[in-house]
C-alpha cells in the first residue's frame, strides 16, 4: 500500500472520529452505543471516499493545468471541483444517511446546516489546502532540478539523426510532441506510452524497441524491458543488494524503478558522464 493510501485512510479515521465525536454526549456514553460505531463507520467510509476524491482532483488538474502556465485558472478549478464538487458530494451522502440509515433525524435541521456541515466543509478546505501545497511543492521541485541541470553544448550544423519528437495519440487526435518534454516511454499489457514531465499520457502507436533506436542515448536510457527514461526525469538513484539499482523519479511520478545487475554498470556510466 502506497504512501499515499495510508495519508488517506488515516485523515479519514480522524475526521471519521472528530466528526461523530465533537459536540455530542460524552465519550464514555457514546461507547456504550451502537449507534456510534455504526456512524463511526459510515463516516470514515465518506471522508475516505471525499479525500480520495480531493486527491484525483488534483492530480487531473495537475495533468491538464501546468502551474506556470496559469496559476489562476487552476486554482479557480480546485476550488469548483475540490471544494465545492467535494461539499456536494458529503451534502449527498449526508441526506441518503440521514434518508435511509437514520431516519429519526430529520435532514435539514439547524443541527446539520448550521453545525456539522460548516464543519465538513472546512475539513474539505483543509485537505484540499494539503493537496495544493503538496502539488505546488513538487512542480517547484521539479522545475528546480531542470534548471540546474547543466547544459548540454550541441556540435554546430550537423543533421542528427535521432528524433526531435514522437507523433503521439490522444483520443482521436495524433500530436507532435517534442522529446524534450518526453520523461518516460514505458509498455503497459503491450501498448506503449508516453508520460510528459507534468505527467500527461499518450499513447504511442510504435514498439519500444523501434522507438528507442531512434532516441538520442545521451538523453535516453532504457532501464529495463518495459522503459525507457529521460536524463531529467531521473531525480536519485541508490544501490540495492546483488547490484540492483533503484532509480527515482522526479515528482510527480511517484514509481520507483529497478534496474538489473547486468543494466546497472551501463546506467551508472550514463549519469555520471
Known sequence: ????????????????????????????????????????????????????????????????????????????????LGLIGASLISYGIAYLQYRFIDPEHVFGTESFLQTELPVIVLLITFCNIIYVSISYYHWQERRYIIQTLPVVEKSEPSISSYLSYLIVTNGQKSIQLAVEHVALIYLEQGITWVATFNNTQYRVDEPLQSIEDKLDPGSFFRVNRQTIVQLSACYSFQSMEYGKIKLHLVPPFTTELTISQKTAPAFRKWMQR
Open 1 to 80: 500500500m502506497t504512501r499515499q493510501r495510508w495519508l488517506q485512510i488515516g485523515g479519514a479515521a480522524f475526521f471519521a472520529l472528530f466528526l461523530v465525536t465533537f459536540n455530542s454526549s460524552p465519550l464514555v456514553e457514546l461507547l456504550r452505543r451502537q449507534s456510534y460505531y455504526r456512524d463511526l463507520a459510515i463516516t470514515f467510509g465518506a471522508a475516505w471516499l471525499i479525500i480520495s476524491y480531493v486527491g484525483w482532483i488534483t492530480a487531473k488538474l495537475d495533468s491538464y493545468i501546468d502551474w506556470q502556465s496559469d496559476k489562476r485558472q487552476r486554482l479557480l478549478l480546485q476550488i469548483l
